[in-house]
Every structure is written in structure tokens, then in C-alpha cells.
């Protein structure tokens, strides 16, 4: 910070006057500390490819059971509505998918502030656990058939528990690659989250026509609502444990072991410091609302791609199970593939950039690719994802990095965990069951690609409302390097860097 003192005040005193002098000199005395080199955080990439990875694999879980529910929803229908009449079946069971959504801002209520102040990894583990616990119970459940519509409810019930669970696992997750990866790099390294993310979903989809194709071979055409449909939930039970054990690798995040003692404990005036919800939008509220639309304008489009997918294609186009997972499997594995590439893109051009080609590239492909996909062919069926899968690979490739930069190192899971999961469960989740219902009601088949291109609309408000992250150390907390050179060089130019806030780092006051 600067060692000026002003000229005068605004009602004009003169700076001759002793008292106002005297207060002069004293401010002057205290300063911000320079930034020195045992300040900068050296993570090697050793230690940020296990954490990485230990982090990846939670979201990998999490999306594998959507890819799961969502390949299975018209399944899921017979098993557990049966009962149900007309069309209102399916819709229960999409509401499954959205019930669990409507309960991630509890989640996050609880465990974001709870990250803040024990750790990120300590409750990365907890929702892990309870995540894999929860998608292999699912796979024992009774069905219709044996207990009647009732049941729903235990579905209902696991649904809520998962949605508890992811109320803290996306938000922790995004807190915790952002806050390993070096500011210079942390576009790339941060969209390994949501490589795990797709990845996994396209692996719960595999498993659903794998299993789909095996069992109605040897078993018959009932073979997938009699058992099968079991099977790709129980095989949580193995991947949970893989998952669970890299999670007990994961060391905490450098960021949050620098944090001075003080910033955790919070002080309800300091932006700076850890703050409970009423702090968190009291001092970060305008960030809260940016995050809230971006992540509506990423996850209408990417649920939309994913989870409501399989249902549109099989109820609205005739597109059997089977066909529908053959085109949408590697769609979402060469989208993957493309999400480091933007990352690395963003850290170059900027996240506000990267976020302007998501949101007009929604706006211009959305109708056209679900024109095409009325055709109904295979081939149409590919193209029109692949068009859809555009924007959300601009979008999610940088939601890790360009969301957690939003706020200081000491809330930053809680108004994570807030703005994520609001957003989610209010417009993300809520996707299938809202475009299936416009559909229903109005008839319009592209009712989904509207409801898309209007939250897009709304994210490139915020994207123009939001200040730019590439480069620069996270709020709150000290730069991040990954050579001691590197901290040497910033250290040396600290003076003349453009892209260093000293006033938002943890440096102790002191006086000349």
C-alpha cells in the first residue's frame, strides 16, 4: 500500500493544522509489509498431480450416478411408479433427480462454512463417503412391484442424503484445485475437476448400455426393470472405495494452511476475514449474485447435455436407451478431452473471454441443434450433441478456476457452497424436470433450448459484471508459483506487477 498522506480533507482544512498533522503522520507510520519470497507459495507438481487427482475422483462419483439416474429415468419409471398413471411416472422420478438438488443448499449451508473453518480436506472426505454410501444403497431398494408407489420415498430419501452430501462436494472441490494450482496456470490445472465430472458421467452411461446390452441378451427385453437396473448402482460400491482411499491422500491446501490464525477466527467488519452466511452476503453479496447466474447459465446447458438428455431423446425423438448413450459416450469423452486445452486457453486470453464465447455460442447453436436433432437419425443425434456440447465446454472448463477467485481465501467455501448450490438447485437441477414440463405444457419440443439461451443471457451480464482472475493470486491469500525462481522474479518486480494486490494478501501491518 501506498506511504502517501493526503493533501486535505474534503470540507478544505489546511494541512498546516498540528492535530490533523499529527493524525497524518501517525497513519503513515503503519503500512502493509512488502511481499517476500518465504511468503510465495511453491507447490511442485508432484504434490498438485496427487491432489488433483484425489480431488477428481469425487466429482467422477458424483457425475457417474447422474449419468446412472439419468440413463435409467424411463427405466426407473416402471420400477418405482408403475403404479403411477399416465405420464405423471416419469415425472416423479425426474423429480427424484431434482429432489436431491433442492436439498444441496442445506449442504451447503452446513458443511461451506464448516470447510472454512476445519479444512477442505477433512470435509471433502465426509461427502465422498457419504456420496458412494448413498448411489449403492439405491441399487437394494424395493420396487413397486412389491411395496407399491410407496416406493418412491426411500428413493426420495437417498436422493436427499446425495444431494446433502454434493452440497459440499463441488463447492469444496472447485475451493480446493483452485487454491493448489499456481495463479499463472490455474485455468489449466483447475478443469481436471470437471474432466472427472464428464468423464464420470460418460462412465455411468457406458455402464447403463453395457449392462443394458448383457442383460437383455441373456434375460430377455424385461431383463433391465426385473434386476439390471440394479447393477450400475451397486457397482458404486467399488469405485466408493478407490474414491474414498485417494481421498485420504489429499494433503490440505497451502492457501488455507498460510491463512494467519486471526482470518479464520473472522471479524464480522473485515471482508477479508472468515464470515459466517450473514457475513457472506453482507460483504460479498454482489459476487454471490455473479456466481448464482453463471452457474445457472453453465448447468441449464450442461444438465440439459447430460441428465435430461437420455429422457428428451428417448420420449421426444424415439431414440431407443442404447442409441442414445452409443451417441451421447463420446461426445462427452472428446468434450472432456478439449476441457484443460480452454483451461489453458483462459490463463492466456482471461476467464471474462473465455465465459463470452460460452454465452454467445449458446445463444447462436442452442435452436439449430435441437432442429437437428429432430431428425432422429444417428448421425443427427451425434451432430446435435456435439453442437450443444460446444458452450458447455467453454462454460465448465473454467467454472473451477474463474467461481472460487470470487471471494477471499477465508469464506471461500461458504459463499461457494451458497452461490454454487443456489444456482444448482434452483435452474441446474431442476433442468429435466422444468423442460420437461414446458414441453408438456406448451407442446414445443424446443422449450429446452429456450429455457437455455435465457440463463445464457442472464451469464454474460454477470460475465461483464465480473472483474478478471486470470493471473492473479486468489483473493485472500499469497501467490502461487510453482519454482522458487518464480517466487524470487515476482518478489524482485512486485512494485511494477499490475496483476499483485498486496492490500488483499494476509501481510502483517507494521510500522516505519
Not at 462427452?332 to 489453458?344: E, F, Q, R
Not at 429455457?451 to 454474460?460: E, K, P, R, S, V
Request: proline fraction near 6%; charged fraction near 15%; glycine fraction near 8%.
Amino acid at each position: 500500500m501506498s506511504n502517501t498522506t493526503p493533501a486535505s480533507d474534503a470540507s478544505g482544512s489546511s494541512a498546516s493544522d498540528p492535530q490533523r498533522r499529527a493524525r497524518r503522520g501517525k497513519k503513515a507510520l503503519v503500512r502493509r509489509r512488502r511481499l517476500e519470497v518465504d511468503d510465495v507459495l511453491v507447490v511442485k507438481k508432484s504434490k498438485l498431480r496427487t491432489a488433483i487427482t484425489g480431488t477428481v475422483v469425487g466429482n467422477f462419483m458424483e457425475w457417474f450416478d447422474f449419468g446412472v439416474y439419468g440413463y435409467l429415468a424411463v427405466t426407473l419409471t416402471t420400477v418405482f411408479t408403475g403404479d403411477a398413471p399416465g405420464g405423471l411416472g416419469l415425472l416423479l422420478t425426474l423429480f427424484g433427480f431434482a429432489i436431491s438438488f433442492l436439498v444441496r443448499p442445506l449442504g451447503g449451508l452446513v458443511l461451506g462454512p464448516l470447510g472454512d473453518r476445519i479444512g477442505r480436506q477433512k470435509v471433502l472426505f465426509f461427502t465422498m463417503a457419504m456420496m458412494a454410501i448413498a448411489t449403492a444403497l439405491i441399487g437394494v431398494l424395493p420396487t413397486s412391484a412389491q411395496i407399491g408407489l410407496w416406493a418412491i420415498a426411500p428413493l426420495y430419501l437417498l436422493k436427499m442424503v446425495q444431494g446433502f452430501s454434493t452440497g459440499g462436494e463441488y463447492a469444496g472441490a472447485t475451493t480446493y484445485v483452485s487454491e493448489f494450482s499456481p495463479d499463472r496456470s490455474r485455468g489449466y490445472w483447475s478443469s481436471f475437476l470437471d474432466v472427472g465430472s464428464y468423464i464420470g458421467f460418460a462412465a455411468g452411461a457406458s455402464v447403463v448400455a453395457l449392462t443394458t446390452w448383457i442383460a437383455e441378451a441373456s434375460a430377455g427385453p424385461d431383463a433391465m426393470t426385473e434386476f439390471g437396473w440394479r447393477i450400475p448402482f451397486l457397482i458404486a460400491i467399488p469405485l466408493g472405495v478407490v474414491a474414498i482411499w485417494f481421498r485420504l491422500k489429499i494433503p490440505e491446501t497451502p492457501a488455507f494452511e498460510a491463512e494467519p490464525e486471526e482470518e479464520r477466527e473472522g471479524n464480522p467488519d473485515d471482508p477479508l476475514a472468515r464470515q459466517g452466511i450473514i457475513g457472506i452476503f453482507r460483504h460479498h453479496w454482489r459476487e454471490v449474485l455473479i456466481g448464482i447466474a453463471l452457474v445457472s447459465a453453465t448447468n441449464t446447458a450442461g444438465y440439459a447435455l447430460t441428465s435430461y438428455m437420455p429422457t428428451y431423446l428417448e420420449t421426444e425423438v424415439g431414440v431407443s436407451n442404447l442409441m442414445a448413450a452409443v451417441a451421447t459416450v463420446p461426445v462427452l469423452v472428446v468434450m472432456s478431452a478439449c476441457l484443460p486445452l480452454i483451461g489453458k486457453l483462459s490463463d492466456r486470453i482471461g476467464r471474462r473471454p473465455v465465459y463470452a464465447i460460452a454465452v454467445i455460442s449458446t445463444i447462436v447453436l442452442m435452436v439449430p441443434a435441437f432442429a437437428v436433432m429432430q431428425i432422429g437419425q444417428e448421425w443427427a443425434v451425434f451432430i446435435a450433441l456435439v453442437m450443444v456440447a460446444i458452450p458447455v465446454a467453454f462454460y465448465v472448463a473454467i467454472s473451477a478456476s474463474a467461481l472460487p477467485a470470487l471471494f477471499p481465501t477465508a469464506s471461500r467455501f461458504g459463499a461457494m457452497a451458497i452461490a454454487y448450490n443456489v444456482a444448482v438447485s434452483l435452474f441446474g437441477g431442476t433442468t429435466p424436470l422444468f423442460s420437461q414440463a414446458l414441453i408438456d405444457l406448451t407442446g414445443n419440443t424446443y422449450m429446452p433450448a429456450f429455457y437455455i439461451m435465457f440463463f445464457a443471457a442472464l451469464g454474460g451480464v454477470a460475465m461483464l459484471s465480473m472483474k478478471e482472475t486470470a493471473k492473479r493470486p486468489l483473493k485472500g491469500s499469497f501467490p502461487s508459483v510453482e519454482t522458487k525462481a518464480e517466487a524470487k522474479e515476482l518478489v524482485a518486480e512486485q512494485d511494477g506487477n499490475e496483476l499483485l494486490d498486496t492490500s488483499t494478501m494476509p501481510l502483517p501491518m507494521i510500522q516505519d
